[in-house]
């Protein structure tokens, strides 16, 4: 037997155990466990510790003990499934650990409706802030969603209605494998106003949205789909420029993003779609700009992304290190900016800067030389094809400058 047993359970209690896991608590010497699993064995007289509050502490107790008595650990469902599993094998060492799982919240949850899960999504809301999750929908069409007093089922509904993502069946599966379970459908709208669910539960969520499809990896939008301010075409990053400076970025799908001078925002969005478990800060001075973006972060269903109302590089201190910069405005402060940004950039981070005007430009390259870096440069001479009576002829746009270069282990 080793040190330390974990043991799944369901809402059942003692009865769905298995032999076992019966043998495994009836030789232990220590039950640890939250307190709704202890009270399932009044008659245990060994040492009993209870999970509240931090965790932590009950852990390293654990660590302690396992030494010289054998730990028994009682947990919900599979306790490799956002449960205390992983925590314990990495405190003690795995193989000092034996885990006997009892199916999870959310087989159980699939299994009462009849749709197989294998292509689900699992998000956990529990002890989480619920910022991108409309985000993270985009991309599915199934979803289980593990939740809190906080986030709740209705909770999570209401949000839901707050960005109009109302295509979803949902499912509250309450109280799974206990006297008290139940199962209901209903669609967000009525699931905003309901009360009286329980605190144990599971929302499942379907998307009823005949024809959906997963959208584009690189969203590569038409300026025409943003709100932006009207000077000639419009504050905006133009779309074929666009496409190449989310490249330069190189985003994974949790990067930390920063666009500073993000105008209407278009980066800021397609950086979140890309980076849909990442956050992405955008830094904008300009309050019509700012209130544009905002705009269109509501549009585009991307909560990842928060709009900064503040000057750079002044407002970049509060922000989380990035893993990726694009400086698109720069409002004259473009040395300053750059600096602090290579300053806070993480290492193997990368940092993209577009620049219209000459002064930017010198600029720009002189304060990454100041930091004795070359950069990579690319310049843009975009022309598109506009008609002309029964013609075709080209638009040239204005030229632009794409520097990028990634910070170094030796810089960081």
């Not at 039950?31 to 509240?52: S, T, V, W, Y």
Request: charged share 25%; glycine share 8%; with cysteine.
């Amino acid at each position: 037997m080793k040190a330390v047993t974990i043991i799944g359970m369901g809402d059942d209690g003692c009865v769905g155990l298995s032999s076992k896991a019966a043998g495994a608590i009836s030789r232990a010497q220590v039950l640890a466990g939250g307190q709704r699993h202890l009270d399932f064995f009044p008659q245990f007289e060994g040492r009993r510790i209870i999970f509240k509050g931090e965790i932590i502490r009950s852990v390293q107790e654990i660590a302690e003990l396992c030494a010289d008595h054998t730990v028994c650990i009682l947990a919900s469902g599979d306790p490799l499934f956002y449960g205390i599993g992983g925590l314990i094998g990495k405190k003690i060492g795995i193989e000092h650990v034996d885990i006997i799982p009892a199916p999870s919240s959310v087989q159980l949850a699939f299994s009462r409706i009849g749709i197989k899960w294998d292509d689900a999504e699992i998000i956990s809301l529990h002890g989480r802030s619920i910022q991108g999750f409309i985000g993270r929908l985009q991309r599915v069409a199934k979803v289980a969603c593990l939740t809190d007093a906080i986030n709740s089922p209705q909770a999570i509904a209401r949000y839901l209605r707050e960005f109009e993502e109302v295509s979803w069946k949902a499912y509250v599966c309450e109280n799974l494998g206990g006297q008290g379970e139940r199962v209901r459908e209903f669609s967000i709208p009525q699931l905003c106003e309901v009360d009286g669910i329980s605190d144990l539960n599971v929302l499942l969520l379907l998307r009823n949205t005949e024809g959906w499809r997963r959208p584009q990896t690189l969203a590569n939008l038409d300026e025409d789909e943003y709100a932006k301010r009207m000077p000639k075409n419009g504050l905006i990053t133009k779309r074929e420029v666009r496409v190449l400076s989310l490249a330069a970025l190189q985003l994974r799908p949790d990067s930390i993003v920063w666009d500073i001078g993000a105008g209407s925002g278009s980066v800021s969005i397609e950086s979140a779609k890309l980076a849909y478990e990442g956050e992405v800060y955008a830094v904008e001075i300009d309050s019509e700009c700012a209130e544009y973006c905002r705009q269109n972060v509501r549009t585009h269903r991307v909560d990842n992304v928060r709009v900064i109302e503040e000057r750079a590089p002044a407002a970049l201190l509060k922000l989380k290190d990035p893993d990726a910069i694009f400086v698109g405005g720069s409002k004259g402060s473009m040395a300053e900016i750059i600096q602090v940004c290579l300053g806070r950039l993480k290492p193997k981070g990368r940092l993209v800067v577009n620049a219209i005007t000459l002064d930017n430009v010198a600029e720009a390259y002189q304060a990454f030389r100041a930091q004795g870096m070359v950069p990579e440069l690319s310049v843009l001479n975009i022309s598109r094809g506009q008609k002309l009576a029964h013609y075709l002829r080209y638009e040239a746009l204005n030229p632009i400058h794409i520097f990028s270069v990634t910070k170094d282990e030796e810089t960081a």
